[in-house]
């Protein structure tokens, strides 16, 4: 069987001749939950974004990124823009990067399905609702109308979880997603993690420098 995604010899370099990554080489299969371990500054965030290329503009990246039949270095922003969020989706450690503070969160999850799906703006709004639904069984509504400053930190990383699964990917992406959560929120959001990527057969790439959190939600574990 192919794998979901495949990169080899992958290098990294930031404008200013700073590398990040060199040499990587990583396979991920179908439905696998990979983790990737690695200490502060160890190039971890680098390899995710450079996955859905998402690196500042003139960052050398070299080798090769597949996911399944696309090769993402070489595939045009317009193809890209398909992939991100359907093909590969990325939670990005911060919600404030994912999040528009001006945007409620119902808005913000149609928004994700609106780039993917051809519906109207009613359909658009009754499907995030129901996806919403989903990860706040029991106050969808008032999240659904809430604004990213009115939730609280796991809250709102439970609103880019569900932003970043509405559409379904085949691949997650997750960099340290957990890391500023009390420990609370932090194993209810890995719970609910690991059930949403058994569900849908999802594969995962998790990165972070706990490794007993990558226990807890992967099963292979690699190092950079």
Known sequence: MAPRLKIANLSV???GAVTALSGVNLEVAPGEALGVFGESGAGKST????IVRLLPAGTLVE??????????????EDGMRRVRGRGVAYIPQAPSEALNPVL?????VAEVLRVHFPMTRAALREAAMER????FPENATRIA?????????????????????CASPGLLLADEP??????????????????????AGMSLIFVSHDRAVL???TGRQVSL
Do not use: K, N, W
Not at 63 to 76: A, K, M, N
Not at 132 to 135: D, E, I, K, S, T
Not at 145 to 165: D, T
């Open 145 to 165: 109308h809430a604004y990213p400053h009115e939730l609280s930190g796991g809250e709102r990383q439970r609103v880019v979880i569900c932003q970043a699964l």
């Open 47 to 50: 390899l995710l974004r450079a």
């Open 63 to 76: 080798g090769s990124i597949r996911s399944e039949s696309v090769e993402l270095l070489l595939e045009p």
């Open 178 to 199: 957990t890391s500023a959560l009390d420990s609370v929120a932090q194993l209810e959001f890995l719970r609910m993690l690991r059930h949403e990527r058994e569900r």
């Open 215 to 217: 226990r807890f939600v």
């Open 104 to 108: 409620t969160a119902l808005t913000q």
């Open 13 to 15: 370099t930031y404008a």
């Open 132 to 135: 919403l639904a989903r990860f």
